[in-house]
């Protein structure tokens, strides 16, 4: 859905540009816009891929993952 709004997004910004001599402005922006737009989706097929081998193979490889524990009802105290 979010590809979607971003087409939706370009293509108004460039409604206002298809006219007169700013024709060529708003081709640019088409162009630019939806080719950022298909490039960001074929980049996350990649980005989702090694995402999940890695969490998935972590543990065979004897990677040990740190950090803060997320408790979201947890009560804190400040020292």
Not at 2 to 27: D, E, Y
């Amino acid at each position: 859905l979010a590809t979607v709004a971003i087409a939706q997004s370009f293509n108004a910004m460039a409604s206002g540009l298809l006219r007169g001599f700013a024709l060529p402005a708003g081709i640019i922006v088409l162009l630019i816009g939806h080719g950022l737009n298909l490039a960001m989706g074929l980049l996350s097929v990649m980005v989702h891929g090694v995402r999940l081998n890695l969490l998935e193979f972590s543990g065979q490889l004897g990677m040990e993952w740190t950090g803060i524990r997320y408790q979201p009802f947890a009560e804190t105290v400040e020292e």
